[in-house]
């Protein structure tokens, strides 16, 4: 069974503080993972999608990379604009093409 | 482009009630996918149609359904609604049947009383 798990569940920045999210998976077979962005009652915003172990990401502040255990969502310079819950999801090679999410990092950029 | 639409966007019924939830896709998308979004659970996968067929279903009881029309427009159903049925119903589409690129709608608030 695919499993994903992000941390922190939280995290309090201040404006132009750098971090990083973390998104820790196990699957069988990695098809995809993906990042997705979420503000308070409102449905995910897309990201990325990456493929590959080294493979690399950039949007904006945003920059997400990928490892065959893990992948991090780096926010450089972070904004207010920026707050809001990140999510993280993995699509498995070795099953259907519904992706398992995590249940989110929510961050918060103070000004 | 326009994106994924959901409507109604929030509802209120009552324990027993039944309810249906509309979903229209970016256009060009064939593969629609819902979601039941709760603070306790997160994301949980109800249902994917693809091409009007139901190719994958979740851990959810009968009470929800879901169907998938030839223009790809989709609705979802609960019936006999239960109080734990409150949360964010989320539909996304996919242009293709590997979903690696998904995009969701804002969603309906369901709230049962």
């Known amino acids: 069974e695919d499993q994903v798990t992000q941390s922190p569940e939280a995290l309090r920045l201040q404006e132009g503080e750098s971090s990083s999210l973390n998104c820790s998976y196990t699957v069988s077979g990695l098809r995809g993972l993906f990042w997705y962005r979420q503000d308070p009652g409102k449905g995910p915003e897309f990201l990325f999608t990456?493929?590959?172990a080294g493979e690399e990401k950039e949007k904006e502040r945003l920059k997400a990379t990928l490892t065959k255990k893990e992948s991090f969502l780096h926010i450089t310079a972070p904004k207010p604009e920026d707050s809001a819950t990140y999510l993280c999801?993995?699509?498995?090679?070795?099953?259907?093409?519904?992706?398992?999410f995590g249940r989110g990092t929510s961050l918060i950029v103070h000004p | 482009k326009a994106g994924v639409t959901q409507t109604p966007r929030y509802l209120i019924k009552t324990r027993g009630q039944q309810v249906t939830l509309s979903c229209s896709p970016i256009s060009g998308h064939r593969s629609v996918s819902w979601y039941q979004q709760t603070p306790g659970q997160g994301l949980q996968f109800l249902f994917e149609?693809?091409?009007?067929?139901?190719?994958n279903k979740g851990n959810f009881p009968g009470r929800f359904s879901g169907r998938q029309f030839s223009n790809s427009r989709s609705e979802m159903n609960v019936s006999t609604l239960e109080l734990g049925d409150s949360a964010l119903y989320l539909c996304a589409s996919s242009r293709t049947m590997d979903n690696t690129e998904a995009f969701f709608g804002q969603g309906t608030r369901l709230t049962v009383v």
């Open positions: 990456l493929y590959s």
């Open positions: 999801a993995v699509s498995s090679s070795g099953g259907s093409y519904i992706p398992t």
């Open positions: 149609y693809f091409s009007e067929t139901q190719r």
